[in-house]
């Protein structure tokens, strides 16, 4: 075996199966003052109630919690705390947040996140609600009963933002949400012939449940490559691998990791899109450590060399499914490819330890060795009833049919890549203050 434990390395190195965080622990309901949310009631006794920005979110936070513990599936974009993360960190303005609870006779159902937004099409600018969207924030869904009737709360939702007059909008925007998710069924309940869709960049993962490790996962190729970029790392000096989860050396963990990170391609050098260039990213993960460590679902993984980090992954770890947020390596070490020998180390310790599927959030080319499956993933467009918004879905499906017709340039990011075009930025919808009008 390649790898030393030292004895100072934390006990979470020898995990068992229970320390994995499972449902987190409901906090108390909150209780709701008449003049804090406007509602609106509909003829199916349906009730649907607006809670704005981040005060919004406390004041459902309990009810939050319990309907995600209610979900069939839930991720970490579904928890309040993912939510609460980005409102504090990545919108200057958190008012232009909106948050609908929907509920059918007093049982909360569905909870919908959506933003004020402006968009550019064709050279036209168009005001849109959509699910909050960011660069750091890779896939969006709404929340849902794992029993909820997804098409009528739809149907209500559309009338409900239709009728109300707390924004203006064209389009409902619902950006890189993946095949299954509860978004899904909430558009399916929205007038067909209102809505657009574009494919995504999908969502790769590697399942680890079933198999023993990195021998049953990674491909020949990089199995060979493993034992080669291994064995040369050894004459670097002892080799050690860590996990964080709490404490100072949860914190001391990130801080290595936004150094190694910023330390190639993506630092100052770069393209300046590592977390510590930025304020607002670092406050971001500031706020996932501080709100997830108290779940006890965060984790950094540190690869050393000679006591020195050279890689580093930060993750979160829901219901056996760990996501991967964040991995850096330091580029004087690149020869060795040390973010493959993190990841053989970082799937022999999850398939030991019960995790049924490592997710990695995006579909980068590195994948491939690791035979991943993949979620697709697609952004739904819908029109209010005005001119503009009707037009505007006129104009998104013939964009999709000339595409549809131009096989070169309807390449996912993957396959780009692979041609040596680079990476490919899939483009967001992004608040006009903050970021200006975007382009699609």
Not at 288 to 303: H, M, N
Request: aromatic content about 6%; some cysteine.
């Amino acid at each position: 075996m390649l790898w030393r434990t030292a004895a100072h390395l934390p006990v979470f190195l020898l995990l068992d199966p229970a320390s994995f965080p499972r449902r987190p622990p409901l906090p108390p309901a909150t209780i709701l003052s008449s003049d804090s949310v406007a509602s609106s009631v509909h003829t199916d006794g349906i009730t649907i109630t607006r809670h704005v920005g981040r005060s919004g979110i406390q004041e459902v936070a309990g009810e939050w919690t319990r309907l995600t513990n209610e979900m069939a599936r839930r991720w970490f974009l579904h928890l309040p705390e993912w939510h609460a993360s980005y409102a504090a960190a990545l919108e200057r303005d958190d008012q232009i947040l909106s948050y609908y609870a929907i509920r059918s006779n007093g049982q909360l159902h569905a909870i919908v996140p959506l933003k004020t937004a402006r968009l550019k099409i064709v050279g036209l600018d168009v005001p849109v609600l959509t699910l909050p969207k960011h660069d750091h924030v890779p896939f969006c869904d709404v929340i849902a009963h794992r029993d909820a009737n997804l098409e009528a709360l739809g149907r209500s939702l559309f009338h409900h933002l239709k009728q109300s007059r707390d924004d203006r909008w064209d389009l409902l925007v619902l950006p890189h949400v993946l095949n299954g998710a509860c978004a899904e069924g909430l558009v399916a309940g929205m007038n067909a012939s209102r809505l657009a869709t574009r494919s995504e960049a999908g969502c790769d993962y590697i399942v680890c449940e079933g198999a023993a490790g990195t021998r049953d996962i990674a491909t020949k190729n990089m199995r060979g490559n493993l034992r080669r970029t291994g064995n040369k790392l050894r004459r670097h000096g002892d080799i050690s691998f860590e996990v964080h989860r709490s404490g100072e050396g949860l914190r001391a963990a990130y801080r290595e990791l936004l150094k190694v990170e910023a330390s190639g391609w993506k630092g100052d050098g770069g393209t300046r899109t590592a977390i510590a260039l930025h304020p607002e990213l670092v406050r971001f993960y500031d706020e996932i450590l501080d709100r997830f460590e108290a779940l006890g679902a965060v984790e950094i993984s540190v690869l050393r060399a000679s006591g020195q980090c050279i890689a580093a992954q930060l993750a979160l770890l829901i219901d056996r499914v760990w996501y991967q947020l964040k991995i850096g390596y330091d580029d004087v070490f690149k020869n060795v490819a040390p973010g493959n020998l993190i990841m053989e180390q970082l799937l022999d310790r999850l398939c030991a330890h019960g995790v049924t599927e490592a997710n990695l959030l995006s579909n980068a080319t590195w994948h491939a060795s690791w035979n991943p499956k993949t979620y697709p993933a697609s952004t739904y467009f819908v029109a209010n009833g005005t001119p503009r918004g009707l037009g505007m879905i006129a104009l998104l499906r013939l964009r999709k049919l000339v595409r549809r017709d131009q096989p070169s340039s309807s390449l996912n990011a993957r396959e780009m890549e692979q041609r040596g075009g680079g990476a490919v930025h899939v483009s967001t919808v992004e608040d006009v203050s903050q970021h200006g009008t975007l382009e699609i």
